[in-house]
């Protein structure tokens, strides 16, 4: 399978909403990258995380190489987080790994 | 914050003519690399590169090379563009030696090719 899969696809939230996103890896990772595209194209950086959890504002990530998972948790959802999420996972034989992406969208 | 500039945004080409696209970052960093974004938002690498080793990933086309005049540039040329080409080109950079583990990440460049 993928060495990244990312869930869901897509997914769809009214403005206030909380709701979260994963990312499973089939082998154990040394760190993983949260992005955002957002509609002009550009991929902005999120998090860094080499372990444990991390917040920044209204996003949470976790990742936990030994459970071969990372979760991005959006609270309070705003329009302005509308866009593509990827998540990215680095080990030093295979180097970073993107997912697929999940879209969201989030509806006023 | 931006932080790694590309130019143009967009380009549109026809089949066969010659692209060049600039990647500056203004991070202090030692890697850079330009990664494929194709319609599917799918994330391929193409190059890795800093004043010591390039790195190429085996399935990019030999059309298409890096150019660097020094650690804060790489620019991309694709010498004879196909259609398969139309894709967003985007340029990163990262800390340290390659091992593309901390990525920033440049707004990008859509190619299309008519």
């Known amino acids: 399978g993928m060495p990244v899969e990312q869930n869901p696809p897509a997914l769809s939230l009214y403005e206030g909403a909380d709701s979260g996103l994963r990312c499973n890896f089939s082998?154990?990772?040394?760190?993983v990258q949260w992005f955002q595209q957002n509609h002009r194209g550009r991929l902005i950086t999120l998090f860094y995380l080499a372990q444990g959890t991390k917040e920044n504002g209204r996003l949470k990530s976790t990742f936990n190489s030994k459970e071969r998972y990372s979760t991005l948790h959006i609270k309070d959802a705003q329009l302005e987080d509308s866009g593509t999420y990827f998540c990215?996972?680095?080990?030093?034989?295979?180097?970073?790994?993107f997912g697929l992406g999940t879209r969201v969208s989030v509806f006023p | 914050e931006t932080a790694v500039f590309q130019t143009p945004n967009y380009h549109v080409t026809q089949v066969g003519n010659e692209v060049s696209f600039n990647c500056k970052q203004t991070l202090g960093h030692d890697t850079m690399y330009w990664y494929k974004q194709d319609s599917k938002k799918l994330l391929k690498i193409m190059f890795s590169?800093?004043?010591?080793?390039?790195?190429v990933n085996e399935t990019v086309p030999r059309r298409f090379s890096p150019q660097s005049s020094d650690k804060a540039h790489l620019n991309l040329r694709i010498k004879s563009v196909e259609p398969e080409d139309s894709a967003v080109y985007l340029c990163?950079?990262?800390?340290?030696?390659?091992?593309?583990?901390?990525?920033?990440f440049g707004h990008g460049t859509k190619l299309s090719v008519l």
């Open positions: 990163a950079s990262s800390p340290g030696q390659i091992s593309n583990e901390r990525l920033f």
């Open positions: 082998t154990t990772m040394k760190s």
């Open positions: 990215a996972a680095h080990n030093y034989a295979q180097g970073l790994t």
């Open positions: 590169y800093n004043n010591k080793q390039l790195i």
